[in-house]
């Protein structure tokens, strides 16, 4: 098992926080007594830059501390599991990705391969969370699929374009697997 090394912690924390701390500021309620929020781009950014563990780890509990934080306590065991599985499937399918976008020369292909992947997590994951754990109805679980959906699109947009704006070396210093 690889040791987790002090930049991985650092960043792992930061991640954490900022999943968090995105999902808390701008809320946007839903008639399904959900939220739209911001903070799925960091659960994706999670994955790719922290890796499948790290990532998946930053992920579950910066989401799950928000959804503490905002009074959604029912919800946290699964918003954690939820959102360590998207970052986590994330991380691998951005692995994959990138071989394949490296011959072809599709940089943003990774990236979005990763979001689309986790945000279908995120959704079948509160589907089922709403239908069989919370004693919801079919029709309230189905409902949620909207809202659920429009947080996917957005948390693709965001991770797409702060994969475009952050420099490189910023990129190759975060995946770097040196202890700083």
Known sequence: MKRFTTKKLVLGALFAALTCICTMVITIPTPTGGYVHAGDCFVILSGILLGSLSGGLSAGIGSMFADL????????????LIKFMAAFLAAGIYRQAQRISSTHKMRLFPILSAGIISSIVVIAGYFLYD??????????????????????????????????VIPKNIWRMLNSREDS
């Open 69 to 80: 934080f905002l009074g959604y306590t029912a919800y946290a065991p699964g918003t954690f």
């Open 131 to 164: 239908w069989f754990l919370t004693g919801n109805t079919l029709t309230a679980a189905i409902s949620s699929i909207f809202g659920n959906s429009m947080q996917g699109l957005t948390s693709i947009v965001l991770s797409a374009l702060f994969y475009l």
